[in-house]
């Protein structure tokens, strides 16, 4: 998944235990209702986020987590999470870029089709 929008905040990183770092940027989304979401980048992706600042359009690779938790009280909670693993400025080429995959009935330079 992907998110699209320019960047609101960039926090440093907090290390939250011995083995775990996480730094969280703030993104406000580019749709008719522009949404501010929080994108946790962890561990080593936390360096990826060096080098960008407020006002930059960005888009972010995302995954979705979540998780639930019960209270000693015996209630039950869920929690998300939004996790980035890349962040490249809006309209720039990706450092690992991905062919797109061919679509079906699409005929190349050839004349053949890609099945």
């Keep these: ?26 993104v406000e989304t580019t749709d008719q209702y522009p949404q501010t979401l929080n994108i946790q980048f962890t561990q080593d992706k936390c360096a990826v986020l060096d080098g960008f600042k407020v006002g930059d359009s960005v888009k972010i690779g995302i995954n979705l987590n ?6 000693p009280q015996g209630e039950e909670k869920c929690f998300n999470t939004i996790t980035g ?6 309209g720039s080429v990706s450092n690992n870029p991905v062919p797109p995959a061919p679509s079906v009935g699409v005929v190349d330079e050839k004349g053949d089709l890609p099945f």
Excluded: A, P
Aim: charged letters at 35%; glycine letters at 6%; aromatic letters at 14%.
């Design 85 to 90: 693993w890349r962040i490249e400025k809006e």
């Design 66 to 71: 979540g998780r639930t938790w019960t209270s």
């Design 1 to 26: 998944m992907e998110v699209v929008g320019f960047i609101k905040k960039v926090l440093e990183t907090q290390q939250v235990s011995e083995k775990f770092s996480k730094r969280e940027v703030w």
